[in-house]
């Protein structure tokens, strides 16, 4: 790849999903009572009642008549989960009354399940998807197969005219509770560095088009030219928007991209970047191959010298 490859950049977004399972009201509810039964047995409180054995068959209940459309049954078994919890959070809530330190190790543990009973589903503001991993969000895709991925949208950036060792990946950041997509491009495009050697100007990045999530902001602020422009020049760099897109696919279909098992806000980061610099390095490893043919067929193809 030269330095001159890099000068123009071509940005989209993805989500990157999170190991969590689908979160519906029932399973987080029935989730939260168990951490909360489990956290007070490890403490050494005595619960009037753990609901161990009637919230679990609540919650099968919940399923089946969900499945089966029959929702009235549904949503009186989700009642019951949702007073099971709620009895569990009073219960623990009175023995900790007056004791700083179980205060302190409850203060967490009870905020989760106290915003999961009260959340619903049309409200504004952040909302809990997963109890080990509350930074997930929900990012509606509206596909059919998939219309909601819960993770965190992530920046990908390629460059415009494709290099002869392959289509590179320049950059990748997690962009966390950003909503609009112009947006995360501002936030992103700040952080690139110069991928070569040289320190002139005319090596960093500048963005050329964006692509589809991005065709309404660019780097300096001003939206990107238009189809039907005069010169036929951003037409091209407009048909290669998509370019971007077999990137996105290989990185998170090889490289682990398409499911992310580190823990927090900063295990997105580093699965985000690596899972990049993962698919860079397997591009120049498949250069590398091919170079390493071309240099024992040029040794076999040489003549032999006569014996003597």
Not at 9 to 18: E, F, L, M, R, Y
């Amino acid at each position: 790849m030269k330095p001159a490859d890099t000068r123009q950049v071509i940005v989209d977004t993805t989500v990157q999903p999170k190991n969590v399972m689908f979160p519906t009201d029932a399973k987080l509810i029935h989730r939260a009572r168990e951490r909360l039964v489990r956290l007070a047995k490890r403490t050494g409180l005595h619960l009037r009642q753990s609901y161990v054995r009637v919230g679990k068959l609540a919650l099968i209940s919940h399923q089946r008549y969900a499945h089966a459309k029959q929702f009235k049954r549904a949503n009186k078994a989700l009642r019951k989960l949702k007073t099971y919890l709620g009895r569990t959070i009073r219960d623990i809530g009175r023995q900790i009354a007056g004791d700083a330190g179980l205060d302190a190790l409850f203060k967490w543990p009870l905020y989760q399940p106290a915003t999961v009973l009260e959340q619903r589903q049309r409200q504004r503001g952040r909302k809990i998807y997963s109890l080990h991993a509350h930074e997930v969000e929900c990012i509606g895709k509206g596909k059919a197969h998939m219309p909601y991925e819960f993770g965190v949208k992530v920046s990908v950036a390629t460059t415009l005219k494709r290099s002869r060792g392959g289509q590179f990946a320049l950059h990748a950041k997690h962009c966390p509770a950003i909503p609009m997509t112009a947006t995360r491009w501002q936030a992103s495009s700040p952080t690139w560095k110069r991928p070569s050697a040289t320190r002139s100007a005319a090596s960093s990045p500048t963005p050329a088009i964006a692509a589809i999530t991005h065709r309404r902001a660019t780097s300096s602020g001003s939206s990107p030219p238009a189809r039907n422009a005069a010169s036929p020049q951003p037409k091209r760099q407009m048909r290669r928007r998509s370019a971007v897109e077999p990137v996105i696919g290989h990185i998170k279909s090889e490289h682990r991209m398409g499911r992310n098992y580190l823990a927090g806000q900063q295990g997105d980061a580093l699965n985000a970047i690596l899972a990049a610099v993962g698919y860079s390095f397997s591009l120049l490893l498949r250069w590398l191959k091919g170079f390493l043919w071309l240099l024992i067929a040029a040794l076999q193809s040489q003549p032999k010298e006569l014996e003597a």
